[in-house]
Nanobody, 115 residues
Framework: QVQLVESGGGLVQAGGSLRLSCAASGSIFSINNMGWYRQAPGKQRELVAA???????NYADSVKGRFTISRDNAKNTVFLQMNSLKPEDTAVYYC?????????WGQGTQVTVSS
């Protein structure tokens, strides 16, 4: 089992920045990909950004150029730097860690962007 603990959410004005962190513990050998998803009220959960152990990244078109995902493999932690935040970025952000046959989610952290 892998436990994921997220932190860094909060309330910010449009144009502001937040940095989310997700620390993994437990059976770390069972994961290689880590990423951030978000779910706004009434909407499906969607991928925001993902990163492999080797550092390859993937972003949703809506956040390209504004968000940056990174990871510290030594500390089993993934980060999401969010700049130029918009009200439409408001959602619960979830950390995910996975590899084939293994899939883990964090409890989520609320990000609210006011206009």
């Amino acid at each position: 089992q892998v436990q994921l603990v997220e932190s860094g959410g909060g309330l910010v004005q449009a144009g502001g920045s937040l940095r989310l962190s997700c620390a993994a513990s437990g059976s770390i050998f069972s994961i290689n990909n880590m990423g951030w998803y978000r779910q706004a009220p009434g909407k499906q959960r969607e991928l925001v950004a993902a990163i492999t152990t080797g550092g390859s990244t993937n972003y949703a078109d809506s956040v390209k150029g504004r968000f940056t995902i990174s990871r510290d493999n030594a500390k089993n932690t993934v980060f999401l730097q969010m700049n130029s935040l918009k009200p439409e970025d408001t959602a619960v952000y979830y950390c995910r860690a996975w590899r084939v046959l293994h899939n883990y989610w964090g409890q989520g952290t609320q990000v609210t962007v006011s206009s």
